[in-house]
């Protein structure tokens, strides 16, 4: 794949990013390949953010499900490259569902469906390939997991530059000239707030709305016609048979997301009383009795970036501190990785200038 800035010599002093998922890897990647030393920091114990999986095992039988974003289109050039080198990993492939539209009363399938990809063999594979990579590299991107960065703050004396805390590890020992955030709005604003107003206002400006999602496991096939559907009118939005994408194995499995807004109204239930409001609905669509499935919910409080800002990144040289994420972008995995790809040519460029 090809790298559109030029390799130059290292300048002096690791660069800290906070945040592994998507945006944050092509940042820590673009960086490094251009022969910055790069520091990844993220409070989970893996890397993807919000591309995950869950698995767990019922009575003894495995099951996986894609619980955060169930799938992503490429349509930039650049990340079309990406998912390429990654299909040829094995680490994505096309997901050849079919896609329908629920409108509350009756199922239609969706003729020209746009081409839809999927981690394999699950949604945080992409990730997983490129942290290896990001290891294997001459001078490897250093990970640190179970990492809460919290605060932030600007460091004391010559040179300033900050410092980062963790509740999982206290202050780290290295203080950085430069930071960038790769993490949701709201968790951008509470780090920025008392060190960098003015990004913490941005990030404030941008609106993330929750989703909770149910992964269901049946006893049998479903049968609806359908492996993706958008649904209206009903809790639900989306529904998919996770089980369904490539290579995948294990008991027929479905995903379920609510709405924003049956999730902004419901945020605050319990994961009980949701799964069975879920599970409702989806019997309601045809789905199975929610007596005879296994349903597990999760709650993300900031799932979709519903008013990104289109402006793809945010850097400010003076301060040694930029913003990257979907909600700088178009609020899509493809968003994520454009950001994270154009703050690392925005950081590499000053670092050119302050060398010339
Ligand atoms: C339910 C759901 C459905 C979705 N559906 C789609 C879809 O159909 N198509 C699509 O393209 N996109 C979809 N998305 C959105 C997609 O997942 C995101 O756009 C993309 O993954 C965002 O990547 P990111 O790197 O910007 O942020 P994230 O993936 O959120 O990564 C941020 C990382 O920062 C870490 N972090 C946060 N705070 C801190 C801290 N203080 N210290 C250390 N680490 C921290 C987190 O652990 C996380 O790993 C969906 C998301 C959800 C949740």
């Given at each position: 794949m090809s790298i559109p800035i030029p390799s130059p010599s290292a300048p002096s002093g690791p660069i800290a990013i906070i945040g592994a998922g998507l945006a944050g890897l092509a940042c820590a990647q673009l960086l490094a390949r251009a022969g910055h030393s790069v520091h990844v920091f993220d409070k989970s114990r893996g890397a993807s953010g919000r591309m995950s999986t869950r698995r767990g095992t019922d009575a003894g039988a495995h099951w996986q499900c894609d619980h955060g974003a169930?799938?992503?289109?490429?349509h930039d050039a650049?990340?079309?490259?990406?998912?390429?080198?990654?299909?040829?990993?094995?680490?994505?492939?096309?997901?050849?569902?079919?896609?329908?539209?629920?409108?509350g009363e009756r199922l239609r399938l969706q003729d020209n469906a746009p081409q839809r990809f999927v981690g394999t063999p699950r949604m945080t594979s992409p990730a997983a390939h490129m942290v290896r990579g990001m290891q294997d590299m001459p001078d490897p991107v250093r990970f640190q997991w179970q990492t809460t960065v919290?605060?932030?703050q600007t460091a004391a004396g010559e040179g300033a530059g900050w410092t980062l805390h963790s509740p999982e590890h206290g202050a780290a020992p290295q203080r950085y000239r430069t930071v960038l955030l790769a993490v949701p709005a709201p968790q951008a604003g509470a780090l920025l707030e008392a060190v960098a107003p003015e990004a913490a206002r941005l990030a404030r400006s941008a609106r993330m709305r929750p989703c909770w999602s149910v992964m269901v496991r049946c006893a049998g096939p479903v049968p609806m016609a359908v492996d993706g559907c958008v649904v209206e009118h009903s809790p639900l939005r989306w529904i998919a048979r996770d089980s369904s994408k490539p290579g995948r194995s294990g008991p027929e499995t479905w995903l379920l997301q609510?709405?924003?807004?049956?999730?902004?109204?419901?945020?605050?239930?319990?994961?009980?009383t949701v799964t069975a409001a879920l599970l409702q609905a989806f019997a309601q669509l045809g789905g199975p009795s929610p007596a005879s499935v296994?349903?597990?919910?999760?709650?993300?409080?900031?799932?979709?970036a519903t008013q990104p800002l289109h402006v793809d990144c945010w850097w400010s040289p003076a301060a040694g501190l930029g913003l990257c994420g979907d909600w700088l972008h178009?609020?899509?995995?493809?968003?994520?990785?454009l950001s994270g790809r154009s703050l690392a040519r925005a950081v590499h460029a000053a670092g050119q200038r302050h060398a010339a």
């Open positions: 169930p799938s992503f289109q490429a650049d990340f079309r490259a990406q998912v390429r080198s990654w299909q040829e990993a094995g680490a994505t492939a096309p997901w050849p569902g079919r896609i329908g539209l629920h409108d919290e605060p932030l609510a709405s924003h807004s049956w999730s902004e109204a419901h945020l605050e239930d319990d994961a009980q296994q349903a597990t919910s999760h709650r993300w409080r900031y799932a979709d178009n609020g899509t995995v493809e968003g994520a990785w």
